[in-house]
C-alpha cells in the first residue's frame, strides 16, 4: 500500500514540473528598439538625397507650389514621396510637406517645391539632371535664390518662391529707391547659392540710403512687392512702369561714365602795341 501511494506522489509531483522547452516555444520576443533611419539627407556633395542616396531635384516650373510635371514628364521625371518624413543634420523637418497633385497622387516638397527623381540617376550620387533645359536643378539646402517659369516668363525667385524686382530709376550698384519707396522691401542674403546657370560672381551687395545692405544682381538692387503675398506672385510686374522681375540670363547692368569737365585756358587778345611790333619785326626780317 505504502508502495503503490509512494508511486502516485512522486508521479504527480513529476508532472507539476514546467517544461522548460515548452515555455521557451510559447514566449513573445521582446521587440527590439529601431533606430529610425533619415530617409532624406544632405549629400557630401551638399545636395538632397533620399536614404539610398538617390539624388532629388526641383522643377522652376512649380514655383506656385503645384507640380506641373504631368504625362511622359513623368516617365523621366518621377515624383518623390514619403508619408512621414525624418530628415538628417543639417536639414529642417518644417521645410518639408506634401502635396496632392491633380493626377490623385500625393508628392513630398522642399520649401514649397515639389521633389523628382530623374530616371537616368542609376548609381547613389548621380547628379545627371543637373540643369536639364536650364529648368531641372538639384534640391540644395542652401539656394538663397531660384528660378521661376511662369507664363513664358523666366525671372529670379528667393528659396521660397518669392519673386525679386529691379526699379528702373536705380543705377548699377546705386539704389535710388528711398523713402515711402524703400516700402518696396530690399532683399538681402549674406550668402548667395544659385543654380547653376548663374554665375555667384554677379551678385553683390550695396549700402542702401536707409544704412541697410542690399543684395544686388548684375550690379542692380533687388526688392521684394509688398503686395506678393503667395510664392509666384508678380503683382509688382510693370507697376508704374518702373518695377520689373529679374531675368536671370539679364546682360550686365552697363557702367556709364560721365566725364569729368577739362579747364581749358582762354588767350587775351593781343593789344595794338604788340601786333604794332610784331608788324615791325616782319619788316625788318623782310628788309634783310
Same mark, same amino acid.
Given at each position: ?95 518639408? +510637406?506634401? %502635396? ?6 500625393? *508628392?513630398? #516638397?522642399? $520649401?514649397?517645391? /515639389? @521633389? !523628382? &527623381? =530623374? ?84 551678385? +553683390?551687395? %550695396? ?6 545692405? *542690399?543684395? #544686388?544682381? $548684375?550690379?542692380? /538692387? @533687388? !526688392? &521684394? =512687392? ?63
Amino acid at each position: 500500500m505504502f508502495g503503490v501511494m509512494a508511486i502516485l506522489i512522486i508521479s504527480g509531483c513529476t508532472q507539476q514540473q514546467p517544461n522548460v522547452n515548452q515555455m521557451s516555444a510559447k514566449q513573445t520576443p521582446v521587440e527590439q528598439p529601431t533606430i529610425e533611419q533619415p530617409i532624406i539627407k544632405i549629400s557630401s556633395g551638399n545636395y538632397i538625397v533620399d536614404s539610398k542616396g538617390k539624388t532629388l531635384y526641383l522643377f522652376t516650373k512649380d514655383v506656385m507650389g503645384d507640380s506641373n510635371c504631368t504625362g511622359s514628364c513623368l516617365t523621366i521625371w518621377p515624383v518623390f514621396y514619403q508619408e512621414k518624413i525624418a530628415v538628417s543634420s543639417g536639414l529642417e523637418p518644417s521645410d518639408f +510637406g506634401t %502635396i496632392s497633385r491633380d493626377d490623385g497622387n500625393k *508628392q513630398t #516638397t522642399y $520649401k514649397g517645391w /515639389p @521633389l !523628382y &527623381y =530623374f530616371t537616368s540617376d542609376v548609381n547613389p550620387g548621380d547628379i545627371k539632371g543637373e540643369g536639364i533645359n536650364k529648368i531641372w536643378f538639384i534640391a540644395r539646402p542652401d539656394y538663397a535664390v531660384f528660378i521661376a517659369d511662369k507664363d513664358n516668363k523666366k525671372f529670379i525667385v528667393n528659396a521660397n518662391g518669392i519673386s525679386l524686382y529691379n526699379f528702373t530709376n536705380d543705377k548699377p550698384g546705386v539704389s535710388n529707391c528711398t523713402g515711402d519707396c524703400l516700402n518696396m522691401s530690399v532683399f538681402y542674403d549674406e550668402n548667395i547659392v544659385a543654380p547653376s546657370i548663374m554665375n555667384a560672381t554677379d551678385f +553683390g551687395v %550695396i549700402i542702401n540710403s536707409k544704412g541697410s545692405k *542690399q543684395t #544686388t544682381y $548684375k550690379q542692380m /538692387p @533687388l !526688392y &521684394y =512687392f509688398v503686395n506678393d503675398t503667395k510664392r509666384g506672385n508678380t503683382n509688382g510686374q510693370g507697376v508704374n512702369n518702373a518695377w520689373f522681375v529679374v531675368n536671370p540670363e539679364a546682360t550686365l547692368a552697363p557702367v556709364v561714365f560721365t566725364p569729368t569737365p577739362v579747364a581749358t585756358q582762354t588767350m587775351e587778345a593781343p593789344t595794338p602795341e604788340i601786333i604794332t611790333d610784331c608788324i615791325f619785326l616782319l619788316l625788318l626780317i623782310l628788309s634783310a
